[in-house]
């Protein structure tokens, strides 16, 4: 950095900074050398002077002692000097003033040693006279208090140097921020000011402004930086004003072909023939893009004689597969392939003549438009089958109903014509003949309530589409035929049953509300759908308020239990009757519908609970 610049900025602060640290340490440094000497210290000046006041209390126990005074006694003085010679010679005190190489001090610690040393046999043999030995207490104090001094003034040199060490350390920090300071308004402050002008100047789109650069530090070197940027922006800026005029054309092409191909989708998803569909697409992509025809041909039957459709203003096309360039009058073939999921429905030709020929944009954009139209006719393809499929249930659905109605009263009616052959060849009597006519008038009327009831049924599930409806409708009906009143709650309006679910369901229903009206002797019936959420299951509950099951009467359907039955078998769950006497028969079917039992469906109840959970 010094070789590159002569007056480095970083070099400077940098500098400036260490001198600050250097300083900052010097004075933590002393700071934590006069802690570290003062240790102890206040522990050594109250030690030294309780002596003082220890050895007035030796005095006046010795002068009791000696007066013969009951609060005197020799065991409490030998205590107290024994006390006074430990604190005395504790090394917090007489180690350190030994060891700290203070002449001073050792020597108003000798006085005292040697003061301590003559008192303490006077004091013990008790020989001294009181006055005479009060005398020299006060002589031995006085040592002591010389040496508390010499501590107290020890303490205090060290904090002066500490004083003195801490206010240069503060003259010198305050003297280089003002040198920092000044320095950084000079060579900082100002250039900053004159670079960020610089910079609102170039944002507001104006390169005329230059920087001087008289000094050789870095915010010189940003600065020729920056007249070498704004002359580089000059002449940028031209170019892209260019570009982005450019560009916006660009998007403004690109926003015109998702329009198209937005367009394309919805009307291909409107109501109508694919073909005719097929054919306004065609007519919008002839307005959109300046082609001579457009030609779709679909592979319904065969690859080799595709269904062809043409654009109204369409011109004899070529093979559809033809690719290649030709001269200005040579019409130009394209082909675009529709298919999707890997399956081809046919090609979208597009053929062109003039010098104009199709852009890069417009090939991308015929391009999504053969996988819109693949797309499309998949869709097409589904709803087909789906439609098929949905057509074969429901003629399943009708074939069962019949076997399972009709054709055994058919069969029951059949049999009592062949008994009716027997009899009349064997002459029977009148009575036989006419019991045998009544039952077989009795089968085809059956046969004839259950061919109504079927085509009720069958009407109400193609006029009213879902099971609520046609609930609804069998309510009513049987309202107006028994004078009862039937009343029903759902809570399965937007759960999805197959049509094969829902002819079951209203079939059991119906044949429900037939036994309440041809056996109970009710007048409410109530009609329940719910799913139960903890075993996944659809159940339907018919309850009346009749006579209950008793003894069937003459005439009876005592098959209608058993179709029920079987009609619950089919749906693959369960049915259940409850009769009570005094409150009517109760029917409960409960059966797992098909959508729950599908992997899809599993997934979404598994997504479900974890969800709710």
């Not at 205590?79 to 006074?84: D, N, P």
């Not at 392939?337 to 417009?362: F, V």
């Not at 027997?422 to 089968?443: N, Y």
Request: charged fraction near 20%; avoid cysteine.
């Amino acid at each position: 950095m010094s070789t590159e610049f002569q007056q480095s900025l970083v070099q400077r602060t940098g500098m400036a900074l260490a001198a600050v640290i250097l300083l900052a340490v010097v004075n933590m440094v002393a700071s934590y050398l006069t802690a570290e000497s003062s240790e102890n210290d206040a522990v050594r000046i109250n030690l030294a002077g309780s002596l003082r006041m220890q050895a007035y209390r030796i005095a006046n126990e010795h002068i009791l002692e000696q007066s013969g005074s009951s609060m005197g006694n020799m065991e409490s003085l030998e205590k107290s000097i024994a006390e006074f010679e430990t604190r005395l010679q504790q090394p917090v005190l007489a180690a350190h003033i030994r060891n700290s190489g203070n002449r001073v001090m050792l020597d108003a610690f000798g006085l005292v040693e040697t003061g301590w040393r003559q008192l303490k046999p006077e004091l013990i043999a008790g020989t001294t006279q009181p006055q005479q030995l009060l005398a020299q207490i006060d002589r031995f104090v006085s040592d002591i208090d010389n040496m508390v001094k010499t501590l107290e003034l020890q303490t205090e040199s060290k904090f002066r140097v500490l004083r003195f060490i801490q206010g240069a350390s503060l003259l010198l920090t305050v003297v280089l921020a003002s040198i920092m300071f000044l320095n950084v308004y000079k060579y900082v402050v100002g250039p900053l000011y004159q670079l960020v002008a610089m910079a609102g100047r170039l944002r507001a789109g104006d390169f005329s402004m230059r920087l001087d650069s008289k000094s050789n530090d870095e915010l010189s070197l940003l600065a020729d930086t920056f007249n070498d940027m704004a002359d580089s922006l000059d002449g940028m800026y031209r170019t892209l004003e260019e570009q982005v005029q450019s560009k916006t054309r660009h998007l403004e092409e690109t926003q015109k072909m998702l329009r198209f191909l937005y367009d394309t989708s919805r009307r291909l998803s409107e109501q109508g023939t694919i073909v005719s569909k097929l054919e306004r697409t065609m007519d919008h992509l002839q307005r959109e893009i300046d082609v001579s025809a457009v030609d779709i041909h679909l592979q319904h039957a065969s690859p080799h004689h595709p269904f062809l459709i043409s654009s109204r203003s369409s011109a004899a096309s070529n093979d559809s597969g033809a690719h290649g360039e030709a001269d200005e009058d040579t019409p130009l073939l394209t082909a675009y392939q529709l298919q999707h999921d890997d399956r081809k429905y046919g090609s979208l030709n597009i053929s062109q003549t003039g010098a104009d020929r199709i852009s890069s944009e417009q090939n991308l954009m015929l391009a999504s438009l053969a996988d819109t139209i693949g797309a499309a006719l998949a869709n097409e393809a589904r709803k087909d089958q789906a439609h098929r499929v949905a057509l074969m249930e429901e003629r399943t659905a009708i074939a069962r109903e019949l076997h399972d109605s009709i054709a055994q009263s058919l069969s029951f009616t059949k049999i009592q014509a062949s008994r009716l052959q027997t009899l009349l060849a064997q002459d029977a009597d009148r009575q036989e003949l006419d019991t045998v006519l009544v039952e077989i008038r009795t089968g085809i009327q059956s046969a004839y309530a259950q061919l109504r009831e079927l085509l009720t049924t069958f009407r109400l599930q193609l006029d009213s589409p879902g099971l609520q409806p046609s609930l609804l409708a069998t309510a009513r009906e049987f309202q107006d035929k028994g004078n009862i009143a039937v009343t029903l709650e759902s809570s399965l309006q937007n759960y999805p049953l197959t049509p094969n679910e829902e002819i079951h369901v209203l079939q059991i229903v119906r044949e429900a509300l037939s036994n309440v009206l041809r056996h109970s002797g009710a007048d409410q019936v109530r009609i329940l759908l719910a799913l139960d959420e903890e075993l996944g299951m659809i159940e339907v509950r018919i309850a009346d308020n009749g006579s209950g099951m008793g003894t069937p009467g003459p005439g009876r359907n005592h098959y209608g239990q058993t179709i029920m039955q079987e009609r619950a078998d089919i749906l693959g769950g369960t049915i259940e009757f409850a009769s009570n006497v005094d409150s009517g028969v109760e029917v409960i079917l409960r059966f797992t519908a098909e959508h729950a039992t599908s992997p899809v469906a599993g997934k979404q109840q598994a997504n479900t609970a974890r969800t709710g959970s």
